[in-house]
Nanobody
Framework: QVQLVESGGGLVQAGGSLRLSCAAS????????MGWYRQAPGKQRDLIAA??????NYADSVKGRFTISRDNAKNTVYLQMNSLKPEDTAVYYC?????????????????WGQGTQVTVSS
């Protein structure tokens, strides 16, 4: 299986910045897509940024403020969050999809990080 470990959440004032990291480990053959989701209390989990190869996509709510990037050598995805707003407060989850070596050979995987809390105070 493939495990993800997130880091970088915390409390920040409005207008501030945070950088989230998510490192994947395990018998990874190839990573296809890496993404960041967030879930606010009482709301569904939404995709906010994704990167596939060199192509990136962002939700309108974060476009121009957040930047997703990846380090293929480290199997790590980052989310640089600038100009944070109170409405960005949520638990942030990374998601990684690709192919790994399983008992049965090469198999697809999709894994979630444990989630990290981001709180933006006004």
């Amino acid at each position: 299986q493939v495990q993800l470990v997130e880091s970088g959440g915390g409390l920040v004032q409005a207008g501030g910045s945070l950088r989230l990291s998510c490192a994947a480990s395990g018998s990874i053959l190839r990573i296809n897509t890496m993404g960041w989701y967030r879930q606010a209390p009482g709301k569904q989990r939404d995709l906010i940024a994704a990167i596939t190869g060199g192509s990136t996509n962002y939700a309108d709510s974060v476009k121009g403020r957040f930047t997703i990037s990846r380090d293929n050598a480290k199997n790590t995805v980052y989310l640089q969050m600038n100009s944070l707003k109170p409405e960005d407060t949520a638990v942030y989850y990374c998601n990684v999809r690709g192919i790994y070596y399983s008992t049965y050979g090469a198999s697809d995987f999709g894994s979630w990080g444990q989630g990290t809390q981001v709180t933006v105070s006004s």
